[in-house]
């Protein structure tokens, strides 16, 4: 007697479906970044010449990128991303918190207005505004004698104030699908509100915490309209040095090679955030 095939109750759509998704990844993701790596393995060439860029297999452009004077601004990038997200984390999760928490639900919706309409103007505008509010020739901070701009401070602030909305939003969302009775309960077998955060409401909101946090870190790391602005110049991010590589220097191979080393260290972040999720969901976190 033949046996008969195990009989699969999966929905079952036809391949073609996906064939926008991979024109769209190949378009937009594979074939830019198989340039990028093309002119990382080009050699810049003499412009006196006549010849600005000679392709080929040369590590010239890549193995400037691990000279000491780039490897601090790799390292001041991230410091000052990591900074900026920890700060951005202290100001968005007691926002997000409260707008879950304490918010009547008639009004959720105009707060959570209030936290996107600075979307709606332009980033490069919000930034020039914050350059003339810490101009210490100007009204607002010279009437407090603060003088801060062209510091890290200013870039710091800049960088908190434009990114704020990446964290809130998903934090928010993570908190909102929280079932708060678990931590009235706590609170009513006699817990404190430290012991029901720490236990309940903390592990409940990690992953939406860890995308928010995600979100904010990785376009911080590679940011350069901030800095420039409200850096003047004087405090370089990796985004600086792309910029300057492309448009000023014109010396593509090794703006592609800077590229490069940026995004595969951010990737790094990606995978270990992955990993983490993947632990969550494994272990039911």
Do not use: C
Request: net charge positive.
């Amino acid at each position: 007697m033949r046996r008969g095939r195990a009989r699969s109750f999966a929905p079952r759509y036809p391949s073609w479906l996906a064939a926008p998704l991979l024109g769209y990844y190949l378009l937009l993701f594979v074939a830019p970044l198989a340039i990028l790596v093309a002119f990382a393995l080009a050699k810049q060439g003499d412009s006196f010449a006549g010849s600005q860029i000679i392709y080929g297999f040369y590590t010239d452009a890549i193995s400037q990128v691990f000279d000491s004077l780039y490897v601090n601004v790799f390292r001041q990038t991230f410091l000052m991303a990591a900074g900026g997200t920890l700060a951005t984390v202290a100001v968005g999760f007691p926002l997000a918190y409260w707008m879950a928490r304490h918010v009547s639900p008639k009004r959720k919706g105009l707060v959570l207005l209030l936290v996107i309409i600075p979307f709606w103007t332009s980033f490069l505008i919000r930034t020039f505004a914050w350059k003339l509010i810490l101009d210490g020739d100007g009204s607002f901070a010279g009437a407090l004698h603060l003088n801060i701009l062209y510091t890290w401070k200013a870039v710091l602030i800049g960088l908190v104030y434009g990114y704020l909305p990446l964290f809130v939003l998903p934090a928010y969302a993570a908190l909102e699908r929280m079932d708060w009775s678990l931590v009235d309960g706590a609170l009513d077998l006699g817990a404190t509100p430290w012991q029901a955060f720490k236990d309940i409401t903390l592990p409940l909101t990690r992953p939406g915490l860890l995308s928010g946090t995600l979100l904010v870190f990785i376009p911080m790391a590679g940011e350069y309209v901030i800095p420039e602005m409200l850096g003047g110049g004087r405090f370089l991010f990796v985004g600086n040095v792309i910029q300057g590589q492309f448009i000023g220097a014109d010396n593509w191979p090794f703006g592609s090679a800077v590229s490069l080393g940026l995004m595969v260290l951010l990737s790094l972040f990606v995978i270990l955030y992955l990993i983490s999720a993947m632990r969550e969901e494994q272990f039911g976190a």
